[in-house]
């Protein structure tokens, strides 16, 4: 893996990571309802488009388990 694909495989873990933060921030906001769940699908929607791009770099078993990783650790830190 060179320099770039590494550079890349970075950035992609941290928009992974915001979207998941922005989802558990979502569940303890002050939305209710539909547009609580609106919001979560919508951010779902993102980290499953992120971990596309990130499985073409890692393997899609290691994007999975990163993916997987992160939204436990967010969720257990709630």
Excluded: P, W
């Amino acid at each position: 893996m060179n320099y770039e694909n590494k550079s890349e495989v970075a950035l992609l873990r941290q928009r992974i990571e915001r979207e998941i933060e922005a989802m558990q921030q979502g569940l303890s906001g002050l939305a209710l309802g539909v547009a609580r769940h609106q919001f979560i699908q919508v951010r779902m929607g993102h980290v499953g488009e992120i971990h596309d791009q990130l499985a073409a770099h890692v393997g899609a078993q290691e994007a999975t388990q990163f993916v997987c990783k992160t939204y436990v650790d967010a969720m257990e830190n709630e």
